[in-house]
């Protein structure tokens, strides 16, 4: 009986369809494994959204079009968009992956990860043992009613649990997120006085340029005795090292504009006498 199902499998898959499910299960199945190996937590959701979307071209193809559009709108639209934007939000870093806050919690991640693998070979054992009804027969009054009739009836239990679970995670993403204060704001003087005893720059910084010759955003302006002020240039440039020091060339003209003047003072002096 299993080589007669694996014969009109066969027999009934087009060259396009072989095609597509060999392409697309070979990156989701590149994007499940990125999805675990990952060492950034937000470069693992943006894996985990591309193998729901594949997913959902799966369905597409088998003919569950409510199912494909739900896949992409719901699950890889809002469900895992808000995953990322919390994770982004938390701040979860791959140090953090590191520390075990539950004792145990990996063992029980292995424990559940190989129950839902033998879970998943025994579907696929089922199905390719079992004759199937055709695509004919499960959408006979729709695809929507024919997928309604088997979660409120067959897979409730299933469903119900599925929708705790996404509810919690909501819940549990949203206490994440909230910081409660644990002391009062401080005000407005509070922090301008906050400011002035760990004597901090309180007027606007100086603009690029000052006491020179340029006006560019990456030459540091000059003190009255010639040196350049850091507080000119934004740190970013002077992390990359993109500042460009005016401070030599100003000086020696400084000190040639002083002996031309001091040249000027002595032939009038000469000039009076």
């Known amino acids: 009986m299993t080589q007669l199902t694996a014969v009109t499998l066969a027999a009934g898959t087009s060259t396009g369809e072989a095609f597509q499910f060999w392409v697309l299960g070979t990156v989701a199945v590149i994007g499940a494994l990125c999805t675990i190996l990952m060492r950034k937590a937000v470069h693992s959701a943006l894996c985990l959204a591309g193998t729901m979307i ?3 071209v799966f369905y597409l193809a088998n003919g569950a079009y409510f199912l494909g559009i739900v896949q992409i709108v719901v699950y890889t639209g809002a469900i895992m968009m808000l995953f990322l934007f919390v994770v982004m939000l938390v701040g979860v870093t791959a140090a953090d992956s590191l520390k075990e806050t539950i004792k145990g919690q990996r063992w029980l991640a292995a424990l559940c990860g ?4 033998v879970l998943l070979f025994a579907g696929i054992a089922n199905a390719s043992l079992n004759q199937f009804n055709g695509l004919g027969e499960a959408n006979a009054n729709g695809n929507v009613e024919g997928l309604a009739a088997l979660i409120f009836t067959k ?4 469903f119900e649990i599925t929708g705790a679970l996404l509810i919690t995670a909501a819940v549990g993403a949203m206490v994440l997120t909230h910081r409660e204060r644990t002391e009062r704001a401080k005000t407005q003087r ?3 006085e906050q400011r002035v005893r760990e ?3 309180l007027p606007p910084l100086p603009a690029p340029g000052v006491y020179a010759r340029h006006n560019a ?4 302006g000059l003190l009255p005795d010639g040196t350049p002020s850091e507080l000119t240039v934004m740190g970013t440039l002077r992390e990359r090292g993109q500042v460009r020091d005016v401070s030599g060339e100003a ?3 400084l000190k040639a504009l002083e002996q031309r003047s001091a040249e000027r003072l002595e032939r009038s002096e000469e000039a009076s006498k």
């Open 199 to 201: 004597g901090k720059h």
């Open 217 to 220: 955003v990456d030459i540091a």
């Open 190 to 192: 509070e922090l301008s």
């Open 114 to 117: 190989l129950g839902f693998g």
């Open 251 to 253: 000086l020696r003209d």
């Open 54 to 56: 594949i997913l959902a």
């Open 155 to 158: 897979y409730v239990f299933a």
